[in-house]
């Protein structure tokens, strides 16, 4: 989508379907202003709140960076059952809502929520984190167990 110059600006759960081969697919791409004739003039916002990134608010434009914001977002509400539609920007630490999730995971998420787009990771460094990411503490918590386990059998 970024690569070839597509900015959503509207990524919120409402418009991703997910497909029978395990495929996340955008919907909308700003259909609404055509088939509702909606303009600047009489909706100036781009998005809904909570899920827009804060540039948008306030800007006429954004950047794939702007997308980053509301996939951190999608994210959020995902692992949290936070909606940010209902608290207005104000994201809590994640581990503190789901303390099941890794440090890691905390930190990944939470940078792209960064108010700042130049402190979102660019899609590179999104995709090698994801590929080596432990998304849950659990996971470490029965490592542990298990090598306790095979350390006491081979007593």
Known sequence: MHNNGVVCGDI???????????????LNY??????????DDVYPF????????????????????????????VMYFMLTGSNPEEISYKFQPIRKLNPFLSLQVERFIQSFLSYTPSNRPEIGQIIRVMDSINFFEVAKSEEKDKKAEGETKEK
Not at 12 to 26: M, Q
Not at 30 to 39: E, K, P, Q, V
Not at 60 to 65: A, N, Q
């Open 46 to 73: 781009k998005g809904v709140y909570g899920y827009v990134a804060p540039e948008l608010r306030c800007l006429p434009d954004g950047d794939f960076k702007s997308d980053i914001f509301s996939l951190g977002a």
């Open 12 to 26: 919120r759960p409402s418009n991703l379907i997910l497909t029978s081969d395990g495929n996340i697919k955008f």
């Open 30 to 39: 700003g259909l609404a202003n055509i088939f509702y004739g909606l303009t």
